[in-house]
């Protein structure tokens, strides 16, 4: 089985897990291929336990890898998202971030979850991402996100005005900080903290969420994700932030922004003991009675 790894630097407390990672993967007959970015960086620290090929683009071992290993936290995620876009290539988490609600696989478990894998004891769960279609060049040659297009003031200025169109039809004029397009995946996201609901990952919908609302009467709606959203900032100030996950683009008040359900879809590995539920327990305290 060839396997990919992707990954951000990490702390040195993770040290011990690494170590034990690339050991197995070598001993367990994986073939690697490591990305050119995070092979620079193992490459200081573990240089005789590296054996694979480095790549820099998906398009280079989309026909061949089995999986990539995402090593890291949930903003990791989401850049290996981007990176395997619609190559359709698997993604398996191991978080060495915080909550890892996307990234599921603890450190300590990485040698069970390898073994899973190589047994093929796992799951395929396609997460739906969206797309920003208009302005195409926005964001360059990858405009979708796997939790969110959110749009804010870009200083401490007065609130902004966020125009908000569903199919064509108004919805509302959110006076706010500003607004967040969420997918089911980014509903545990920035859209929660900001009083959005949790949506299943399989739901098929959107769900737009104000930031700090100015009418107490606004509340987040969920829509169905064929539909097209298009909003669009007016406010004292003439530039604002359009964030697509965790990358930042400044627009103008004449910017309309359109977003809608892209065919990209990340496929997600889950293994076999897991489930979305469990998640939202063990990540997010989900019904747990704190008076025991």
Request: glycine fraction near 8%; proline fraction near 4%; charge should be neutral.
């Amino acid at each position: 089985m060839k396997i990919a790894l992707f990954g951000r630097p990490f702390d040195v407390r993770f040290d011990p897990q690494i170590r034990q990672m690339l050991a197995f993967l070598e001993t367990s007959g994986f073939e690697i291929w490591l990305h050119e970015g995070f092979y620079q960086f193992l490459s200081k620290h573990y240089k005789t336990l590296i054996k694979g090929k480095v790549f820099k683009t998906i398009e280079e071992i989309e026909t061949e890898a089995s999986m990539l290993l995402s090593v890291g936290g949930d903003g990791t995620m989401l850049e290996s998202a981007k990176l395997v876009g619609k190559s359709k290539v698997p993604v398996l988490g191991i978080n060495t971030g915080r909550l890892g609600f996307l990234s599921s696989v603890a450190v300590e478990d990485i040698e069970k979850a390898l073994n899973a894998v190589k047994m093929g004891q796992f799951d395929l769960e396609e997460r739906s991402m969206l797309q920003l279609v208009s302005p195409q060049d926005l964001f360059g040659p990858h405009p979708f996100a796997l939790n969110e297009l959110t749009v804010y003031r870009r200083d401490s200025a007065s609130m902004i005005t966020i125009h908000t169109y569903i199919d064509g039809n108004f919805l509302n004029s959110y006076w706010a900080d500003g607004l967040i397009i969420s997918t089911p995946t980014g509903s545990t996201g920035y859209s929660l903290s900001c009083g959005g609901p949790i949506i299943h990952p399989l739901s098929e919908s959107f769900v737009i969420t104000p930031i700090a609302p100015h009418n107490l009467n606004v509340r987040p709606f969920v829509v169905p994700d064929n539909s097209t959203i298009r909003i669009k900032v007016e406010g004292r100030k003439e530039k604002f932030i359009a964030s697509l996950d965790s990358y930042t683009e400044t627009i103008s008040s004449d910017t309309e922004l359109v977003i809608t359900k892209s065919n990209t879809a990340l496929q997600l590995v889950r293994l076999k003991d897991e489930h979305f539920f469990r998640t939202l327990t063990n990540k997010l305290n989900w019904g747990l009675d704190k008076r025991n």
